[in-house]
């Protein structure tokens, strides 16, 4: 998001006030559900148009979310607001690929067993 975007977020927060957005936030969480929901069905029942309409409404609707979350953000933490979320994505990030990893160790070690056991 540029930051002539968050400035207009923040601008956005001032006049309809937080409780406001923050109601609005939780809408517009509930369509990115239900549109990833559509894509789904879509994907499965093969139809490239039905997809190409959910890819299109999945779209919009992260960019509804995404614009709520930096007013919520920018409401709470101000030029902070990135430093602070930065931190957070950067733990789960390193924790989830820790577990890949892990995951990768357990196949890993899983085939090698398997390996052996079929040698004896």
Request: glycine share 4%.
């Amino acid at each position: 998001m540029t930051e002539k975007q968050k400035c207009q977020c923040q601008q956005i927060c001032t006049h309809y006030g937080i409780e406001s957005q923050k109601g609005i936030l939780t809408e517009e969480c509930a369509e990115l559900i239900q549109a990833v929901s559509k894509l789904t069905r879509a994907e499965q029942s093969g139809k490239t148009f039905d997809r190409t309409q959910a890819m299109f409404n999945l779209a919009e609707e992260c960019a509804d979310v995404t614009i709520m979350i930096q007013q919520i953000l920018s409401h709470y933490f101000g030029d902070e607001a990135e430093k602070r979320i930065d931190y957070f994505i950067n733990q789960k990030l390193t924790r989830q690929m820790g577990r890949i990893e892990s995951d990768k160790d357990i196949s890993d070690n899983a085939y090698l067993s398997k390996r052996w056991l079929e040698t004896r």
